[in-house]
Structure formats: structure tokens, C-alpha cells
């Protein structure tokens, strides 16, 4: 898709209230507006200067909303909070916040940091999401570039994009380098923080015992979960 597509796109996911789509599309659509402006196939100067202040109007917008999701992430009301033991079990994704994975969830946003070579709670998760959410649309995942092992995974969440996408659902993933805190957005108007991300669970010893698939069974290594009540994202 080209600029012009790819920021009409922008525009309708904005209008329909699903920002965090929104927010990719703008991101991507200015990018290759900057790349078009600053390269040497455009040199009509007037054609320039439209580009310039198309792209500080995308950019404005894109600024507004990831100021809202970052409110988002800093706001709410307490609603539930629960202590995991170490050793405990019976806290898998769907039982410890199933119950606000809904049909009103139509985007989710991942700020997991720490995945490196640890796609299977990623996927667990994204199974989990997608079972109860009919109506999910959209996946924005932020974590941090494997520094040992980059090529592996691109190709790991470009699998899961390719698999994602055969159920019509679009994950955007991106990589930000200092990022720290975990968090998981839901945009009914929700937000699960957990302790130590996705990554709660021990490995299975030995492999092949309980737990090994159903995380009900899993044992868990201890960490604190919040869950907030925002408005919704939309």
C-alpha cells in the first residue's frame, strides 16, 4: 500500500474508534511521507510543502493518541488485585482475567519487554484472547529486539502475524529498547498489570507432566497482578 492508502486507513479506524490500529497506520503512512519528502524522488516544491503539512497533521494526531493510551496506562481505578504464591497453581490467562475478554474487545495492546526465545506464553496468551474475544481486531505488541538472536525473532512474530491474519486479525508489533514496564490495554477499558509480564509460569519439570498445555496445571513462580478499570480506548 502507499502513503495515501495506508493513511486513508488510518483515518477510518480513527473514526471507528479503534486507536490502536489507528495509531500504527498513522505511524506507518508518515513514515514513507517523510521518506518520499526527504529522498530524491520528489522535488516539486510545492508538492513538498503540501507533504509537509500533511504530515504535521498525521503527526499531531498520532501524538494525541498515544498521549491517551499513555494515560490510559497510568490511570484507572483498582478493581482487582491478586498475590500468586510461589509453587501455586490454578492462574492460567483464562482463569485469572478471562472474565474481561469480551465480545467489546476489539483491540489489545502487549508491552511485554522481555520475549526473547519465549513465544510460548505469548502464544498461550494470543489463544487465550482469541477464543473469547469474537470480535478482536487487532494486536499491538511492543517488546525489545532479541540482541542475540534479532533474525529469529522476526521470523518467530512474523509467523504469528502470518497465523493471526488467516483469522482476520492484524498484529502490529514493534520494538522499543528501553521499554521496562509490562502491561496489557484491553479497549473495552481495562488494564492487567502483571509483575513479571506473560512470564509468570515455570517450565514444566518434568516436561511431560500437567500443566504442560493446560496452564491451570502450570505452577507459577510468585507475582503480584492489578487489574484496572479505565474508560473505554475507543
Same mark, same amino acid.
Given at each position: 500500500?502507499?502513503?495515501?492508502?495506508?493513511?486513508?486507513?488510518?483515518?477510518?479506524?480513527?473514526?471507528?474508534?479503534? $486507536?490502536?490500529?489507528?495509531?500504527? &497506520?498513522?505511524?506507518? /503512512?508518515?513514515?514513507?511521507?517523510?521518506?518520499?519528502?526527504? /529522498?530524491?524522488?520528489?522535488?516539486?516544491?510545492?508538492? +513538498?510543502?503540501?507533504?509537509?503539512? %500533511?504530515?504535521?497533521? &498525521?503527526?499531531? %494526531?498520532? =501524538?494525541?493518541?498515544? =498521549?491517551? $493510551?499513555?494515560?490510559?496506562?497510568?490511570? /484507572?481505578?483498582?478493581?482487582?488485585?491478586?498475590?500468586? =504464591?510461589?509453587?501455586?497453581?490454578?492462574?492460567?490467562?483464562?482463569?485469572? $482475567?478471562?472474565?474481561?475478554?469480551?465480545?467489546?474487545?476489539?483491540?489489545?495492546?502487549?508491552?511485554? *519487554?522481555?520475549?526473547? =526465545?519465549?513465544?510460548?506464553?505469548?502464544?498461550?496468551?494470543?489463544?487465550? $484472547?482469541?477464543?473469547?474475544?469474537?470480535?478482536?481486531?487487532?494486536?499491538?505488541?511492543?517488546?525489545?529486539?532479541?540482541?542475540?538472536? *534479532?533474525?529469529?525473532?522476526?521470523?518467530?512474530?512474523?509467523?504469528?502475524?502470518?497465523?493471526?491474519?488467516?483469522?482476520?486479525?492484524?498484529?502490529?508489533?514493534?520494538?522499543?529498547?528501553?521499554?521496562?514496564?509490562?502491561?496489557?490495554?484491553?479497549?473495552?477499558?481495562?488494564?492487567?498489570?502483571?509483575?513479571?509480564?506473560?512470564?509468570? &509460569?515455570?517450565?514444566?519439570?518434568? %516436561? &511431560?507432566?500437567?500443566?504442560?498445555?493446560?496452564?491451570?496445571? %502450570?505452577?507459577?513462580?510468585?507475582?503480584?497482578?492489578?487489574?484496572?478499570?479505565? +474508560?473505554?480506548?475507543?
Amino acid at each position: 500500500m502507499n502513503a495515501k492508502e495506508i493513511l486513508m486507513k488510518a483515518v477510518v479506524c480513527d473514526q471507528r474508534g479503534r $486507536i490502536l490500529q489507528a495509531l500504527a &497506520y498513522y505511524q506507518d /503512512g508518515i513514515k514513507i511521507l517523510m521518506d518520499l519528502v526527504n /529522498g530524491k524522488k520528489e522535488t516539486d516544491a510545492g508538492r +513538498k510543502k503540501v507533504y509537509h503539512s %500533511r504530515i504535521k497533521e &498525521y503527526l499531531d %494526531r498520532a =501524538e494525541q493518541i498515544k =498521549e491517551r $493510551i499513555s494515560r490510559f496506562g497510568r490511570s /484507572g481505578s483498582l478493581l482487582h488485585s491478586v498475590s500468586i =504464591e510461589d509453587g501455586a497453581t490454578g492462574y492460567s490467562y483464562h482463569t485469572l $482475567i478471562g472474565k474481561y475478554l469480551t465480545i467489546e474487545v476489539k483491540e489489545v495492546l502487549i508491552e511485554e *519487554p522481555y520475549l526473547v =526465545e519465549r513465544y510460548q506464553n505469548l502464544i498461550n496468551f494470543l489463544e487465550v $484472547i482469541i477464543k473469547n474475544c469474537a470480535d478482536l481486531k487487532f494486536v499491538c505488541l511492543v517488546t525489545k529486539t532479541d540482541s542475540k538472536n *534479532p533474525a529469529n525473532q522476526m521470523t518467530a512474530l512474523d509467523n504469528i502475524k502470518t497465523d493471526l491474519s488467516l483469522r482476520e486479525i492484524i498484529l502490529h508489533f514493534t520494538f522499543e529498547d528501553t521499554l521496562h514496564d509490562r502491561k496489557i490495554l484491553l479497549s473495552s477499558g481495562y488494564v492487567i498489570k502483571i509483575g513479571r509480564g506473560l512470564h509468570f &509460569y515455570k517450565p514444566n519439570n518434568p %516436561r &511431560y507432566t500437567l500443566g504442560m498445555c493446560d496452564y491451570d496445571f %502450570r505452577k507459577c513462580l510468585q507475582t503480584d497482578v492489578d487489574i484496572l478499570r479505565i +474508560k473505554k480506548v475507543s
